[in-house]
């Protein structure tokens, strides 16, 4: 591409060319991956394409999976309603510990899926996170003291 090429073409898009070819090649890589996480998980190319049409259009999950990508961890700073994907990660592996006994626990062998699930957690915690938040502060997967009523 001539040098005006790539002048006009970041020109559209208010960034120079050359980083407009990063950021479509960065997209890629993510939507790739969350297909592959997805197959991983057991879910089908619709649930993927789902996730990452969700997960493109909300800048602080699209940078959760990117640190995730990059890295291998948790970049944990985006929150919802003060929740990040790790508070959302802690609840769901309570109820795993609680259901370690179920033979058709699909968690167990997929941890693929805790992470794409739990980025759907805070995806749909932007939308309305009320249930979610009622159910991580009520709901726990483990025993404590006064969680049953003895009879």
């Known amino acids: ?4 090429m790539e002048q006009n073409a970041g020109q559209e898009t208010g960034q120079p060319a050359g980083q407009d070819a990063r950021l479509e090649q960065a997209m890629q890589t993510l939507e790739r991956y969350v297909y592959d996480l997805a197959a991983e998980a057991g879910e ?3 649930y993927a394409a789902d ?3 969700r997960i493109k259009a909300s800048q602080g999950v699209l940078k959760e999976l990117a640190y995730y990508h990059d890295y291998g961890k948790f970049w944990g700073e985006y929150k919802v309603e003060g929740y990040s994907l790790t508070d959302v990660l802690v609840w769901q592996v309570d109820h795993f510990k609680a259901y370690l006994d ?3 626990e699909v968690n167990r062998w997929r941890p693929e899926r805790l992470l794409l699930h739990a980025l759907d957690v805070l ?3 932007e939308v309305d996170p009320r249930p979610f ?3 991580m502060q009520g709901e726990t997967g483990t025993d404590y003291v006064g969680k049953f009523k003895e009879y």
Do not use: G, V
């Open 51 to 53: 996730m990452w049409r």
């Open 1 to 4: 591409m001539s040098e005006s």
């Open 44 to 46: 089908n190319e619709d």
């Open 133 to 135: 938040i009622a159910k």
């Open 102 to 104: 179920r033979r058709d």
């Open 123 to 125: 995806l749909q915690m």
